[in-house]
């Protein structure tokens, strides 16, 4: 067996795919390493030197496909793609569907990474460093896949030409206002940046959030599946939401209210009728009157409190 190491690169990646279908090497015979892990049964042998006679037809469609899933952290990472391809390449593109064994764990992966792009975009909370003269704004994140580098763009359009930087355990981006720059390794400055640096506004904001949360309204199950629990430490908010599904749970669901509001003095937004002629007596007078005349026109009979109809008089 083949034993590879692609460094979690795509793109080596691809130039190894590429000379193995060359000499069409069966994926069976080849294991790469994930995060620098070994095979413990392949051997030391190594790629061919050239090329070799065979000529594969690959669809753009399927690089794209396979980019994607290159993303995703997980065991068999890189065989699997090299497994799709390989059928690919020999004139089965099922493959690639969801209706395949295979394929379905593709479109599973690919899934998966885009649902983290979505919680990068949702979840990362930057912070202002007021004078500083890197970054305007840090946030730390812990993304359960390779993301960072193609999801942070979404940032560009959405911090205008403010300089922000995003660190994770693995990796950083780095927006000057001009230009995204993505490191592999993240430094460790920029980590302790991010990680201890104190946001002025979160008093405000826990303070907001917790007198919005309805728990009347509270789904657990629904809450997670939509804001995972591995978020709540790096989120302002997380501190509180443990406490506030505990209130919920005992009794606060029938009240419909948080604590804090409940227990606030209510302002009436209406008037009563005694009111009303209180504050107007003369329009209620006067409203009095007009009524009663027009029950005693001759051309009117009452018609039950609900109108006027109209009567025929003779000549």
Request: glycine share 8%.
């Amino acid at each position: 067996m083949i034993n590879l190491d692609c460094d979690d690169l795509f793109d080596t990646w691809r130039h190894q795919a590429r000379w193995l279908l060359s000499h069409e090497i069966d994926p069976s015979l080849v294991a790469w390493a994930s995060e620098g892990v070994q095979d413990l049964f392949a051997s030391d042998h190594t790629l061919p030197e050239s090329q070799g006679p065979f000529l594969a037809r690959i669809p753009r469609t399927l690089l794209d496909t396979l980019e994607q899933a290159a993303r995703y952290r997980g065991d068999q990472r890189w065989s699997l793609l090299y497994e799709v391809l390989w059928r690919v390449s020999h004139g089965d593109r099922t493959a690639m569907m969801a209706g395949d064994k295979l394929g379905s764990e593709l479109q599973r992966r690919i899934k998966q990474v885009q649902r983290e792009s979505h919680h990068l975009h949702a979840f990362v909370r930057f912070v202002e460093l007021p004078g500083c003269v890197g970054p305007q704004y840090v946030a730390w994140h812990e993304p359960a896949h390779d993301i960072l580098h193609s999801a942070s763009e979404h940032f560009i359009g959405r911090m205008g030409r403010h300089r922000w930087m995003i660190a994770t355990p693995r990796d950083g981006v780095y927006y000057d206002g001009e230009q995204l720059s993505y490191l592999r390794q993240c430094p460790v400055e920029w980590q302790q940046m991010s990680q201890n640096v104190d946001d002025p506004h979160a008093d405000m904001w826990l303070t907001y959030y917790s007198h919005i949360f309805n728990p009347a309204r509270l789904n657990p199950k629904v809450m997670e599946g939509h804001l995972p629990a591995r978020f709540w430490k790096n989120l302002p908010e997380g501190a509180l939401i443990p406490g506030l599904i505990t209130q919920a749970r005992t009794g606060k669901q029938q009240d419909g209210q948080a604590s804090g509001i409940k227990g606030r003095q209510g302002k009436r937004i209406g008037q009563t009728n005694i009111e009303r002629s209180h504050r107007n007596p003369v329009g209620a007078d006067l409203s009095s009157s007009v009524i009663a005349q027009a029950k005693k026109a001759p051309h009117c009979v009452s018609n039950g409190g609900s109108g006027c109809r109209e009567r025929q008089v003779k000549p």
